[in-house]
């Protein structure tokens, strides 16, 4: 990029010339430039990216692995331990807190890797002309000359000068700070004109929020506004989650309930046996980090970090990290219909013209199929149609091909719809009658047009005809009514008459099919098509109800949800029966009656809120009523996730406790005002995320659950001693080298638990429940106090079958450590029964970590150097017979308690 010019001092000032010498100046015309003149552009110039903010650098990462209290009183030990001459304890306790720190600067550094490359997946893309056509490339791509098509929902990928904009508006908070669209239009203005007043300019990093456009790109990369602004580069987002918050805090009032429990100890030493207060200090030292959970905070990380990737590998991809948290307490998702639950390939199905109803063969989006009447005159027939005798059907089908901006392709013998396939049903249908949209397009110059949006509800385009211009209008059919006067009649046109195409309408949407009507109008004095000009006066010519099958994995995922507790309630733009009718499909639990978008606003947010449980369909949306249903549901207490799509759905999708945008349909401004995107925009993989987040919650629960007691023992074991007296059953470095083996190989070994069997047959999670409830803080002190007998038991039996001191306490660490290991067999369910085969030896992970572990235990014990380091002492087989015996115990032990809690659970309830 170094090379690059740059436009201070070269460049013409772009927003205050006109659009042609711009293109001249850049050496590019209205259609675009060639694929080769682009490659050396983009070698000149470099590709069109911001210098990311650099994320913290490593050591600034690994200097923040020491930065928590509990850390801070290891750090301050060492030194004192030095300071008293237990110059092995300080060096031991540096070189483990050190170790610790590394696990953990590791883990968090591949945490933030993994989310910058699931990041890089939502790389924007841009459309430009490339040899005159439209192509879709990498957003990095564009280049100088480049022209860009941006309309609504659109970011601007790079600094444009408008050469064409129509109903043209951008927000631009992220360059100005002001969130008011500004209107564009393509005349120069003045050339010291405020960023804010240069409307002739659309600036890299902003958002369509209305029209379209075309723009030449005249500054790439750095050279944009926003790159000379780097302040306002999007950082690195800190991995801080909720639940790593809560686990800082719950770590604070830890420490303070050590230092305590430590400082007691040590003066109770001291003053009641008359200890050397060196020792005693000593002693507290080892009480402290015995007790502390360092490696818990790593551990967590890790474990969301895979619950991310996972989520990605399934196509949820996750942008926000707490949003994994979240996921696993949703109890409503709220989605569009169409594309989501449906398939969104569109057929063409059944026609009403006039008097004349027609049926239509095939599916998909190939054009093979025939046209049949259903009835004809108001009589039954069913002829297949001559559309060389039907030429009101054929100007139906040519009617919805102009109205219409998408095309039908063909490769390799597979069809595909360029588009929106709504539109491509038309064109499908029409192909099946031998129309040529190109062709027809071609002769029928479009003069003007007015795109769908869902707030209309309608497309409009202009043509001329013969000498005067003809308007034609496509969208929802009740929308369409209130804008008809007439409709064709064979002879002539004739008043409409409502209640016939109201019924119509009925019949065709409750079969489930998606009905649109199309109009038309001839105007002679319309040059520019206003919403006023298509919204009276038309004339019907006909509706036409097209199929969109539910996807089956859709079906599934509804069921999945009922039993999890998770209510789908589907937000659609289209009509009350045919939602309701698809609903059906489904398998949604209240199809009695849909709510439609009018009767929402007609609706105060009492009203809203008394009605939201019993409503699964709401119809003839748009996405302001999403951000009511919304906020009305979770001040009915649930915890929704939301879909969207265009730029509109962004309140609502903000608001949502998990807002989720489609990855294909999707706008650029809905993904980013979302905390999920769906690369397949599916419905079935909302759910699946829900599974996973329950699944990753769980996990760090059983992790959390697992990892205290064993710090909780240490503890004990040690303040114990102190207070009656006795030697200490485990050495305050013994305790260190406890807490980092089993850091790094149990503790993580739940994180890659798969989830339980009834993982989506429980209700969902609330979400203000303690991380730790009643049952699982009644766990860590049972097991802590079990360990705590198995230590001591070991250590006492050696000690009087004449062991020294170091081999009891071998005896001891070691019994502490397997039977940690077998308590992380318990804590693969944490109410289930694990003693089964697969409930025993079902995890990979477990055992693994286990094997680790006690390859860790045997050099521990028998390795001299580590003998000489922690003062331990070789074990007979004997002696391990023994902590074998005792740690099967501590199992069984748990697992009876496991038992009996469910029996009182399951008698409460
Ligand atoms: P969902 O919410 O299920 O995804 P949707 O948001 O796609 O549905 P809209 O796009 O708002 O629903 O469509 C609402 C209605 O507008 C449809 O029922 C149809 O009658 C009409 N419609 C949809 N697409 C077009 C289009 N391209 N041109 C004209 N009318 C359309």
């Known amino acids: 990029m170094e090379n690059r010019h740059t436009s201070n001092e070269s460049s013409p000032i772009w927003h205050s010339i006109n659009a042609e010498e711009a293109l001249q100046q850049l050496e590019s015309s209205a259609e675009g430039l060639s694929t080769q003149e682009s490659q050396a552009r983009l070698e000149k110039y470099g590709s069109n990216r911001l210098q990311q903010e650099q994320g913290r650098s490593w050591y600034q990462r690994l200097l923040d692995q020491f930065n928590n209290i509990l850390m801070m009183i290891l750090l301050v030990a060492a030194l004192a331990s030095f300071l008293l001459g237990h110059t092995i304890d300080a060096v031991a306790i540096i070189s483990v807190v050190v170790i610790i720190a590394l696990i953990g600067f590791i883990q968090e550094g591949k945490a933030e890797q993994a989310l910058e490359s699931i990041r890089n997946m939502l790389s924007p893309q841009a459309n430009v002309l490339r040899d005159g056509k439209r192509t879709t490339i990498s957003a990095e791509d564009v280049v100088p000359g480049d022209i860009v098509i941006i309309e609504s929902g659109d970011r601007v990928p790079a600094d444009l000068r408008l050469i064409e904009a129509r109903r043209f508006r951008t927000e631009e908070a992220a360059l100005t700070g002001e969130s008011v669209p500004v209107e564009k239009h393509i005349d120069s203005v003045e050339s010291d004109a405020d960023l804010a007043e240069r409307h002739s300019m659309a600036f890299a990093s902003t958002i369509v929020v209305q029209g379209n456009a075309r723009g030449l790109v005249v500054e790439t990369g750095q050279h944009t506004e926003i790159g000379k602004i780097s302040e306002l580069l999007r950082g690195v987002e800190t991995i801080k989650t909720p639940l790593l918050k809560q686990l800082d805090r719950a ?137 060389e005798q039907d030429k009101t059907l054929r100007d139906f089908l040519e009617v919805g091909v102009l109205c219409n901006d998408s095309e039908l392709t063909q490769e390799k013998g597979h069809y595909y719809i360029q588009g929106d396939p709504t539109e491509g049903a038309l064109v499908v249908a029409a192909a099946k009658v031998g129309v040529d949209a190109h062709k027809l397009r071609k002769h029928h110059k479009r003069l003007d047009a007015i795109p769908f949006e869902s707030e209309h509800k309608y497309m409009a385009t202009l043509h001329s005809s013969n000498d005067n211009q003809r308007i034609l209008v496509k969208g929802a059919p009740d929308r369409l009514l209130e804008m ?76 999945l949800c009922q039993q999890a507790g998770i209510r789908p309630v589907m937000i659609t733009g289209d009509h009350a029966s045919t939602a309701l009718a698809i609903a059906k499909q489904l398998g949604f639990s209240h199809t009695e009656k849909a709510l439609t978008g009018r009767e929402v606003e007609g609706m105060s947010d009492k009203e809203l809120e008394d009605i939201i449980l019993d409503i699964d369909v709401f119809a003839r949306a748009s996405p302001e009523h999403k951000l009511r249903l919304v906020q009305a549901m979770q001040a009915r207490g649930g915890v929704c996730s939301m879909t969207g799509d265009g730029v509109n759905d962004g309140p609502a999708l903000k608001r949502a406790d998990v807002g989720v945008a489609m990855g294909i ?63 200490l059953p485990i050495t305050p470095l013994q305790a260190l080298w406890v807490n980092m083996v089993v850091a790094i190989t149990l503790g993580l070994a739940l994180a890659f638990e798969d989830g339980e069997k009834d993982l989506m047959q429980r209700a969902p999670r609330d979400p203000k429940a303690p991380l730790l409830d009643l049952f699982l803080l009644w766990r860590v002190v049972f097991v802590s106090i079990l360990l705590l007998v198995g230590v001591f038991s070991m250590f006492t039996w050696l000690l009087n079958q004449g062991g020294s001191e170091d081999l009891a306490r071998a005896g001891a660490v070691n019994m502490l450590v397997t039977g940690s290991a077998a308590y992380l067999i318990n804590s693969r369910f944490l109410i289930n029964s694990t003693l089964s085969i697969s409930g025993i030896f079902g995890s990979r992970p477990v055992w693994i970590s286990i094997a680790l572990i006690m390859l860790l235990q045997c050099a521990f014990t028998y390795v001299p150097f580590m003998q000489f380091i922690f003062g331990s002492e070789a074990l007979s087989l004997t002696h391990w017979l023994a902590i074998l015996l005792g740690s099967i115990l501590i199992y069984l032990i748990i697992e009876a308690e496991k038992f009996l809690w469910s029996r009182y659970e399951s008698r409460k309830n």
């Open 251 to 387: 770590g604070r009032v830890l420490a303070i309930f050590i230092l305590g429990a430590a400082t007691f100890t040590a003066l109770f030493g001291t003053i009641i046996h008359g200890q050397p207060p060196s020792e005693m200090f000593m002693a507290a030292v080892g009480l402290a980090v015995a007790a502390i959970p360092e490696g818990l905070p790593a551990i967590v990380t890790i474990g969301l970090a895979l619950g991310v990737q996972s989520m990605a590998r399934h196509n949820a991809i996750i942008r926000r990290l707490p949003a994994v948290e979240t996921l696993g307490s949703i109890s409503t998702i709220f989605s569009d219909k169409t594309g989501t639950l449906t398939r969104n390939e569109m057929t063409a199905q059944s026609l009403w013209l006039g008097d004349e109803q027609y049926r239509v063969d095939g599916i998909g989006f190939a054009p093979d199929g025939d046209f049949h009447y259903i009835q004809r005159d108001g009589k039954q027939d069913t002829h297949s149609v001559d559309i």
């Open 484 to 559: 008809c006067s007439t409709e064709n009649s064979v002879n002539d046109d004739i008043k409409i008459d409502h209640n016939k195409w109201e019924e119509r309408i009925h019949e065709l949407s409750s079969q489930g099919l998606r009905v649109l009507a199309i109009a038309d109008k001839l105007t002679s004095d319309v040059d520019k098509l206003e919403h006023h000009d298509a919204e009276n006066g038309l004339r019907l010519l006909g509706i036409i109800g097209l199929l969109d099958p539910p996807r089956d994995e859709a079906v599934k995922a509804v069921k």
């Open 665 to 727: 349909q999707g706008t650029e401004a809905a993904k980013d005002a979302s905390e999920m995107v769906l690369a397949d925009d599916n419905f079935a993989t909302i759910v699946r995320a829900v599974e996973e987040g329950r699944k990753v919650y769980d996990n760090i629960r059983k992790t959390i659950t697992f990892i205290l007691p064993t710090n909780g023992a240490q503890g004990l074991a040690i303040m114990l001693a102190v207070l009656s007296g006795s030697i």
